[in-house]
């Protein structure tokens, strides 16, 4: 832990007096706008996928979409196994899709899988009480009306207009309609149930790795802790003091900086074009993190102090950034486990803005997205929340007081919400104990774009339109 020498700094209790103050004043600044972003984040979590009445609809959320293919996968692997699921199975399925329903679009979007899970009946009557009881627009009525028809008395009773309008509008969703009742070895119904294969053996290989590497992370995590306790474990984590006489409060302004930065910008993002908002960001960015220089301290010890250093070797570096996270990774699931429960039992969604942009991204597309999450973000987001904020709060707080207290302004800061707060918060605070492990980044920053990696290949594999 970092040693307090306020005493060597010429002055007296006048000094100190204002230095609390001035600290006190940050944290003010830091806690408003965080708690401002989870607030933001909340209700536009609460109103994602708005209901749209021109010749486009929102995109439906991408639980609904993920869900229904996964079924839809799951309902096709037990046909090809020549078994049959439990009925009671699909209808909780297509259960679990209504509460996914956030508004009248996507109690519109899940017809189709309602059809493809609990039969034609079943979606007959969810037709009509959705037709008496929600106010849908004019372009969703138009919308049931044509799923009405496909149901009732088969898709070449649309006009050809109608036909198109539902394809434009939906898409994939819109082919898994009007592909319904065709035959399994019909080319139409096998180009349809090609997302929905991809997505249920996606899963089931992605639920297998992480059991697989959640065990192997257990007994890491069982041996670090024994090395810990056996004080056998070589700590990186500068604990030396850093001279300089504003030290004391200059990575707590970095860090206020960082988010007044991010708040101006997503102010003024709709209005400048997105070239400019990414150089504006990054100077601003840029600005936050050489702070310090401006407060006295000299670049080399910022850049110890950050952990912008290569540890012993950036290739061990490197390692050690997939070892901690494997080690971490009991941690992190027992984070997504406590999400999971409070969407259970809130029926609030996480969301994220970026995920929507897979739908029907192309190559490049997706490159830029893969770059932001898997490059960007770990870089930018690791030097403030486990570079400068961690710094600052290892000045007076335990190693593991400060992990979780950078964990958790790590979950508020995000947008996908409150329900994700344990499974974000998990991710930081393990991020930030590699931090303490390594000294340096470069680990923190290996596990961050990890992690980032592995969910956006995910997503790209389980919603993106092929």
């Known amino acids: 832990m970092l040693s307090n020498h306020s005493d060597e700094i010429p002055g007296n209790s006048h000094y100190k007096k204002n230095s609390q103050k001035h600290i006190i004043l940050l944290w003010m600044v830091i806690a408003l706008i965080t708690i401002g972003f989870g607030v933001f984040n909340h209700y536009s979590n609460k109103n994602v996928s708005p209901v749209h009445t021109g010749p486009k609809m929102e995109k439906a959320a991408t639980t609904i979409i993920m869900t229904g293919r996964y079924a839809m996968g799951a309902k096709t692997f037990y046909s090809i196994m020549g078994k049959e699921g439990s009925d009671d199975l699909y209808r909780n399925l297509a259960l679990q899709l209504k509460n996914y ?49 496909i149901y009732e008395n088969g898709p070449d009773t649309l006009e050809q207009y109608e036909y198109e309008r539902l394809i434009d509008r939906h898409q994939w969703i819109a082919k898994v309609a009007l592909s319904f009742g065709l035959p399994s070895s019909d080319p139409f119904r096998i180009e349809v149930m090609r997302p929905a294969k991809r997505t249920f053996t996606v899963f089931i290989v992605f639920m297998s790795a992480v059991l697989m590497s959640g065990g192997a992370g257990l007994i890491l995590l069982i041996i670090t802790i024994v090395m810990v306790l056996s004080k056998r474990l070589t700590v990186g984590f500068p604990a030396d003091h850093i001279p300089g006489v504003f030290t004391k409060s200059a990575f707590l302004e970095t860090t206020a900086l960082f988010l007044v930065a991010i708040t101006v910008m997503t102010v003024i993002g709709g209005f400048i074009p997105r ?76 969301g994220h803005p970026i995920v929507h942009q897979f739908r029907d991204a192309g190559f490049w597309k997706i490159a830029k997205l893969l770059l932001l999450a898997c490059v960007m973000a770990p870089i930018l987001e690791e030097t403030l929340f486990r570079g400068a904020f961690y710094r600052h709060l290892r000045i007076r707080h335990s190693v593991f007081l400060s992990a979780l207290l950078s964990g958790l302004f790590f979950a508020v800061i995000h947008p996908q919400g409150f329900a994700a707060f344990p499974a974000l918060g998990s991710l930081g605070a393990v991020f930030a104990l590699i931090r303490e492990w390594r000294g340096s980044l470069i680990g923190s920053m290996v596990a961050h774009a990890l992690n980032n990696f592995v969910i956006t290949m995910l997503l790209v594999l389980t919603i993106y339109n092929t």
């Open 101 to 149: 329903c956030r508004n009248t679009t996507d109690q519109t979007v899940i017809v189709p899988f309602i059809a493809e899970l609990a039969g034609q009946d079943a979606v007959k009557d969810y037709m009509v009480r959705l037709k008496e009881d929600s106010d849908l627009s004019e372009s969703l009525l138009m919308d049931l009306e044509s799923f009405q028809k």
């Open 275 to 350: 070239i400019l908002f990414w150089f504006l960001y990054l100077i601003l960015t840029v600005f936050a993190i050489l702070w310090p220089l401006l407060r006295g301290m000299n670049l080399k010890s910022l850049m110890i102090a950050l952990g912008w250093h290569k540890g012993k070797g950036i290739f061990r570096e490197i390692g050690s950034g997939f070892a901690g996270y494997l080690a971490g990774l009991p941690i992190i699931i027992c984070g997504a486990v406590i999400t999971l429960i409070i969407v259970k039992y809130s029926g609030v969604q996480p």
